[in-house]
C-alpha cells in the first residue's frame, strides 16, 4: 500500500532531464536564518516576541542568532555558487529596512541586501526577493497586526522602499509567503506569532493580506510573483486511487477545504473574486464590511509566477459531528485524517505524486499563470558521521519529488523552476532548531556549514539538468 502510494505513476528509477532552462535553486526566510536581531537598527518583530513567549517556541528557541547569516553572507553565498544554484530566494525582514512598521527607513537595514544582492549578482546567481516571509514589525501587530487595513498600506509603502534600492538589480519580486499561514495560524490556530485564537481576525487578515499584494504589485516593476501553501485536498481512499469516486459527502468536503486553503488565496489574485463558500463562511464569522468596493480590483494584479510551497497532500473526509478544525474556521462536520505512510521528522506524510497532481490541476485551472516550485523539502533526523551528513532519506524525498515536477511537465504543466527549501538547516518556527530542513549541515554552536549528502546530490542534479 505504501509503495503504491509513493510510486504510483512514477518511474522511481531511470533518468529524467528538465527542459532547457529549468530554473533551479533554493529558498531561506530572513527571521529563519539572519540573527542579528538588535543590529544595525533592526526592530522587534512578532516573532522575536512570540519566541519570547514561554510556550510558544520548542524549547525557548528564537532567531536571535539562527544561522548567523547576517554576517556570514558572502561565505553561504559561496556555498550556493559551488552548488551551482541559478536562484536565491531570500526576504527581506521588514522591521530591519522600517523598524517601527511605518515611517522612517533604516538605510543601514537595506545596506545589508545590497550587499547580499551584489554578492550573489557576482556568483552569478539571479536573486528572488520575497517581501513578507512572516516577521511583521512588532509596532505595526500593536496597532492591529493584519487583522488591521491599514497594515495593507503600510506594506505597500515598505516594498517600495526595499524596490528603490534594489530593483535596479534585482527582476523577480515576491510579494507575500503563505498567507494563509500568516492568517490561520498566526490569528486563528495561533501556533504561529502573533499566536492569536479569532476566527475573524484571521479572515481580516487573509484579506488585508491579499490587498497588501495588490498594493504593493502596483509599487513594483519586473517580474511579479505570489507564493501559496497549495496543497491537493484528497479524502484517504483518494489518496490511493485519484480515479475513485466521491461520496457527495465526501467531495463536499474536499471542495469546502479546497475552497479555503487554495482557492481563497488563488482566485483573488488571479481572477478578482473570492470562491462563493469562502464567502459564505466569512459572512457567518463576523460579515462581509472589511471587503470593500474595489478592493478585489487592487488585489487582483497581473502576476508572472505563482509560486507554490508544496510539503504534502490535505486529507480530509466528511465526519457529522466533527467541530471545526483549529486552523479551517467553517470545516465543522470534516475530519483532518492521516495516512499509513512514511513521513518525514516533522510528520508529515511523504506523497510525491501530490505535487504533479497539483502542478497539474493549477496549470489546468489557471493556464495565464507560469508556476515555480518555491519550496520543497523535508525534515529528517540527520546524523554527522565524520564529515559526512549521509541523508539519504532527504535524497529520496527530493528525488520522488522531482520526479513528481517532471511528471507534471510531461503532462503539461506550466513548470518553470524549482527551489529546494532550504539551503541551510534553521529555525523552524514553533518547532525551533530541532528539526532541520537544510542540505547543508549548521552547527549551531560553532556555525560551521557542511554540505549534505543531499547537496553533494542537488549538485549533481543541476549540473545534468536531471536525475
Ligand atoms: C513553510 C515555510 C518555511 C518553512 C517550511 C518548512 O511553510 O514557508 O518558512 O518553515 O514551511
Known sequence: MTSTIETRGLARTGSVTFPDGFIWGAATASYQIEGAAREDGRGPSIW??????????????????????????????????????AVYRFSTAWPRVVPDGSGPVNPR??????????????????????????????????????????????????AQAVHGRLGDRVTTWTTLNEPWVSAFLGYCSGVHAPGRTSPRDAFLAAHHLLLAHGLAAQVLTGELALTLNLAPVVTPAQALDPALELRPEDAEAVHRIDALLNRQFIDPALRGGYPAEVLEIVERHGGLGHIRDGDLEIIKQPVDLLGINYYNPCIVEAAPGESAHPAYPGSEGIRFASLDVPSTAMGWPIIPSGLSTLLVRLSRDYPEVGLIVTENGAAFEDAVVGDRVPDADRVAYLDGHLRAAHEAISAGADLRGYLVWSLLDNFEWAEGYHLRFGIVRVDYGTQRRLLKDSALWYRGVIQRNGI
Open 48 to 85: 522575536d516576541t512570540f519566541a519570547r513567549t514561554p510556550g510558544r517556541v520548542a524549547s525557548g528557541h528564537t532567531g536571535d542568532v539562527a544561522c548567523d547569516h547576517y554576517h556570514r553572507f558572502r561565505e553561504d553565498v559561496g556555498l550556493m555558487a559551488g552548488l551551482g544554484l
Open 109 to 158: 537595514g537595506l545596506d545589508f541586501y545590497d550587499a547580499l544582492v551584489d554578492e550573489l549578482l557576482g556568483a552569478g546567481i539571479t536573486p528572488y526577493v520575497t517581501l513578507y516571509h512572516w516577521d511583521l514589525p512588532q509596532t505595526l501587530e500593536d496597532r492591529g497586526g493584519w487583522a488591521n487595513r491599514d497594515t495593507a498600506y503600510r506594506f505597500a509603502d515598505y
